[in-house]
């Protein structure tokens, strides 16, 4: 697409915006192997599921694939050339791997399909599920942990020397990418619930949990907004176009201040339309459980209530 400079392989170009849409393949694309990767492997167990006549939503399919294209579209078109010279550019990336792309991934829910897809006696059948049921999983799925990892890795990267460090090479530029979207799966999988895990949050817990990160999270982009200093020299962009730093960064804080929302919604939706689904399955398990015994619970409970009132003086 452009020419590229030096061993960070960034645009040399000033950014516009045909420029930042259009398709930058990395010189050594890890993002797009993997996503390509994982699709493939996702599509093989529908492909396994549909054999036996097991019904999977298309739904969900479609929004694992969704996932997989937005880690490739800010990664191997301009976005990802353009995030390693300009803050702005980045943020936008980092809160698409960390806070959009995670989402479509788990209302994918690949480990459901891996569990109905391998043989049930299945020596990768038995280890995935010896790793879902392990003290290390239920540790780092417990609230008390992924929260604070995931708020320490926001304020702990753009606050130390760590973003220095992370921006000194594409590599290190990689396994950044690669701990914004593993960071934004580990918080929002104990939340969706819709994969197995350890331990099951009832849901107004897993709407407590998402509602305490947004003051942070909006503190966060309001601290970059208002930061008189650049945090980071390592986005080359302003040297090498005339584009203001402070300005540059001030853009970067509002798009992770307001980047916040649409996530937010999404999650909240799906909660609540699971909560809504699971209300309705224990109704209809109570309506069959009462057609069986002919109401025998509901006699027994109004039973209980006659004789608490038969009690009272």
Excluded at 19 to 36: A, K
Excluded at 133 to 161: D, E, K, N, Q, W
Excluded at 179 to 190: D, N, R
Excluded at 275 to 299: F, I, P, V
Aim: hydrophobic share 50%; aromatic share 12%; proline share 6%.
């Amino acid at each position: 697409m452009h020419e590229m400079t030096g061993p960070m392989w960034m645009p040399s170009l000033p950014m516009t915006f045909d420029r930042l849409f259009s398709i930058h393949i990395q010189p050594v694309p890890i993002m797009l192997f993997g996503c390509l990767f994982l699709g493939a492997l996702y599509l093989w167990g529908v492909s396994r599921l549909h054999k036996r006549q097991v019904e999977w939503g298309f739904g969900r399919t479609l929004n694992f694939l969704i996932g997989l294209l937005l880690i490739i579209a800010v990664s191997e078109t301009g976005i990802g050339g353009y995030s390693m010279a300009l803050f702005s550019v980045h943020m936008a990336q980092h809160m698409v791997l960390n806070m959009l792309a995670p989402l479509f991934l788990l209302l994918g829910a690949p480990v459901t399909l891996a569990l109905r897809a391998l043989p049930s006696r299945s020596k990768s059948r038995r280890v995935l599920l010896r790793v879902l049921h392990s003290r290390f999983v239920a540790v780092i799925s417990h609230p008390g942990f992924s929260i604070p990892v995931f708020l320490i890795s926001l304020y702990g990267l753009y606050f130390t020397s760590i973003l220095d460090w992370a921006m000194s090479n594409a590599w290190t530029h990689y396994l950044m990418m690669i701990h914004f979207v593993a960071i934004g799966l580990l918080f929002f999988w104990p939340i969706m619930g819709i994969d197995p895990g350890p331990r099951k949050h009832s849901y107004p817990v897993r709407i407590g949990e998402l509602f305490l990160i947004m003051p942070f999270h909006a503190f966060f982009g309001i601290s970059l907004m208002m930061s008189s200093g650049v945090i980071s020299t390592s986005f080359v962009g302003p040297q090498m176009w005339g584009v203001n730093a402070i300005s540059d960064q001030y853009t970067g804080g509002a798009i992770a201040w307001a980047f916040a929302e649409l996530p937010t919604l999404i999650v909240l939706l799906a909660v609540v339309f699971a909560w809504t689904r699971s209300e309705e399955r224990a109704a209809k398990r109570y309506d069959r459980q009462a057609d069986r015994d002919n109401g025998a619970e509901l006699d027994a409970y109004n039973a209980r209530l006659q004789a608490l009132a038969a009690r009272r003086p």
